[in-house]
C-alpha cells in the first residue's frame, strides 16, 4: 500500500479506502462485510469511510464491530452528518443541534471515543454556515473530532467555508468528498483548483462507477444476477444513471487499454483517478474480500502519458 497526506494535514492515509456507502448493514451479509474490512486492514488500508444514514446506523455498527479488534491509531475512521436519521423537524441538517446529536449517536454506535475524520454530507441552505462551523470546532475542541470536511459542495460553498472559517479563527475543512470516475469529471475545473490554493484534500467516491468501470456490465447483455444492480432494488438507480451505451462503449475500448497494460479495468480505473495529487485517496466499495484484494493493486499502477492519452481519446 501507498500513502498520501490528508489534504495539507500531517495525517497519512491509504492510497485506497474502504467505504460502507449502499453495501455494509445492507445488502451485503455482515461476515462478508467484516471479512472484508478485515482484509483491507490486511492489505495496508488505514482508511475507512462510513456515514450515520447508510442504512439509518447499522453501516456504522458493522464498521465498529469490525474495526474493534485493531488498535485505535492504526487506522483513520470518517464519518458524516446531514441526511435524516428521524421524522422530526430537526433530524437533518446541519444545525448545531444536529451535529451534536448526531456525532454522540455515530459514536456510540460506532463504539469509540472519537472519530478521525466527520463530513457535512451536504450543503445545507437552511442553517448559517458559521453556526455549523462553530458547532465542528467545538466537536474537535472536545477531542471528538479530530479534521473536519464536506461532501460534494459547491466551490462557492467551500469558499465560504474558508473564508469563515479564517475570518472566526475556527478550524478549516480540510478534506472535499465527491464523486469523481472516468464519466464524472466535474471537479477537475473549479474544485481542485480551489483545493490546491487551499490545502484540501480529495477523497472521491464513486471512483469506478458503481461498478460499471469494472466491465461486468455489457452493453446488450443483461444484468449480472450477482451484481448491485441487481442485487439491490434500493439502490440500483445509482448504477442505471451510468448504464448507457455510450458509457458501455467506452467501456469496450478502456478493457483494452487494461489488457494491453496486463492489468484489469478496475486497476486502470483507480490508477487514473490517483494520477491526480490532489486526490488523497479513492474510496472503494466490496462486498467479497477478493474484491478488495484486486483493486489495492491499483497503487502500484503507472500510467504513462501515453497511455493517459489513449484514456482521453476514448473518454472525450
Not at 500513502?3 to 491509504?14: C, D, E, I, N, P
Not at 435524516?84 to 463504539?111: F, T, W, Y
Not at 489488457?259 to 486502470?268: E, S
Not at 484484494?293 to 497503487?299: C, F, G, R, S
Amino acid at each position: 500500500m501507498k500513502y498520501r497526506r490528508l489534504g495539507t494535514t500531517g495525517v497519512k492515509v491509504s492510497e485506497i479506502s474502504l467505504g460502507s456507502w449502499l453495501t455494509y448493514g445492507g445488502y451485503v451479509e455482515k461476515e462478508n462485510a467484516i471479512k472484508s474490512i478485515h482484509k483491507a486492514y490486511d492489505l495496508g488500508i488505514n482508511f475507512f469511510d462510513t456515514a450515520n444514514v447508510y442504512r439509518r446506523g447499522e453501516a456504522e455498527k458493522v464498521v465498529g464491530e469490525a474495526l474493534r479488534g485493531f488498535p485505535r491509531e492504526s487506522y483513520v475512521l470518517a464519518t458524516k452528518v446531514f441526511w435524516p436519521m428521524g421524522d422530526g423537524v430537526n433530524d437533518r441538517g446541519l444545525s448545531r443541534k444536529h451535529v451534536i446529536e448526531q456525532c454522540n449517536a455515530s459514536l456510540k454506535r460506532l463504539g469509540l471515543d472519537y472519530v478521525d475524520l466527520y463530513y457535512a454530507h451536504r450543503y445545507d441552505p437552511e442553517t448559517p454556515l458559521e453556526e455549523t462551523l462553530r458547532a465542528f470546532d467545538d466537536l474537535i475542541n472536545q477531542g471528538k473530532v479530530l479534521y473536519v470536511g464536506v461532501s460534494e459542495w459547491t466551490p462557492a460553498q467551500i469558499a465560504e467555508a474558508i473564508h469563515i472559517a479564517d475570518k472566526k479563527l475556527l478550524d478549516r475543512i480540510v478534506v472535499n468528498q465527491p464523486v469523481y470516475n472516468m464519466f464524472n469529471r466535474y471537479i477537475e475545473k473549479e474544485i481542485i483548483p480551489l483545493s490546491e490554493a487551499h490545502g484540501i484534500g480529495q477523497v472521491v467516491f464513486s471512483p469506478l462507477a458503481q461498478g460499471v468501470l469494472t466491465g461486468k456490465y455489457k452493453k446488450g447483455a443483461p444484468v449480472p444476477a450477482a451484481s448491485r444492480a441487481a442485487a439491490d432494488k434500493e439502490t440500483s438507480q445509482f448504477v442505471y444513471r451510468y448504464l448507457t451505451d455510450e458509457n458501455l462503449d467506452k467501456v469496450e475500448q478502456l478493457e483494452k487499454v487494461a489488457k494491453d497494460l496486463g492489468i484489469t479495468l478496475a486497476q486502470l480505473a483507480l490508477a487514473w483517478v490517483l494520477r491526480l495529487k490532489n486526490v488523497s485517496s479513492a474510496l472503494i466499495g466490496a462486498s467479497r474480500p477478493e474484491q478488495v484484494e484486486e483493486n489495492v493493486k491499483a497503487v502500484d499502477v503507472e500510467l504513462t502519458q501515453d497511455v493517459l492519452e489513449r484514456i482521453e481519446e476514448i473518454l472525450a
